[in-house]
């Protein structure tokens, strides 16, 4: 795979999470106010996540895979996706957005596998299609849960709702991409 040469200033990293904090407070606060990106990288059209933790463990994920929309406005649409929409979890409350950490993940173009002995658990993510069912993990994932990568894989197959080993398959699809992840 190419190097995700798209890089990320502390500056711009903590303009997008605060975005995603300012979005979803507008869910319960009127009269916020968003502010402009601070450059034009902030426009880039990139895939993007954002996780909420809540005491270290999950409490909502959602992302945007395609690139088709500049990367602060997914930002601001999936922080609110993921503390409201996230059907895993109750939307979050109030006097839970305190307790909340943000992490987000911007993500490179996805590009399909030709080879599985090529993914590297921990640097890349995967999505995985089969007959209608899709499943992802971000490369995160893979590190967070000291997977290898046929249990990368694995994993990935099960949450598509797909069979384990159906990576195996030819009819299946293997697409991989790379995350900034902060």
């Avoid at 173009?109 to 499943?135: F, H, T």
Wanted: with cysteine.
């Amino acid at each position: 795979m190419s190097e995700f040469i798209f890089e990320l200033s502390e500056n711009e990293k903590k303009f997008l999470k605060r975005i995603a904090l300012l979005s979803i407070r507008a869910s319960f606060e009127k009269e916020i106010e968003f502010p402009d990106p601070p450059n034009q990288k902030m426009t880039e059209k990139l895939g993007a996540f954002v996780t909420l933790k809540k005491g270290g463990r999950l409490r909502g994920c959602i992302g945007h895979i395609i690139g088709d929309r500049p990367l602060w406005e997914t930002i601001i649409q999936m922080a609110a996706q993921a503390a409201f929409n996230d059907p895993r979890f109750p939307p979050l409350k109030k006097e839970e957005l305190d307790s909340v950490e943000i992490e987000v993940s911007v993500l490179s173009p996805l590009e399909p596998v030709d080879d599985p002995a090529e993914i590297m658990p921990g640097q890349d993510g995967l999505l995985i299609s089969q007959k209608g069912l899709r499943g992802l993990l971000l490369p995160q994932v893979a590190t967070e849960w000291g997977w290898d990568r046929e249990t990368f894989l694995g994993q990935t197959c099960r949450k598509a709702g797909l069979a384990y080993d159906c990576w195996k398959e030819p009819d299946t699809e293997i697409l991989r991409f790379q995350a900034i992840v902060f």
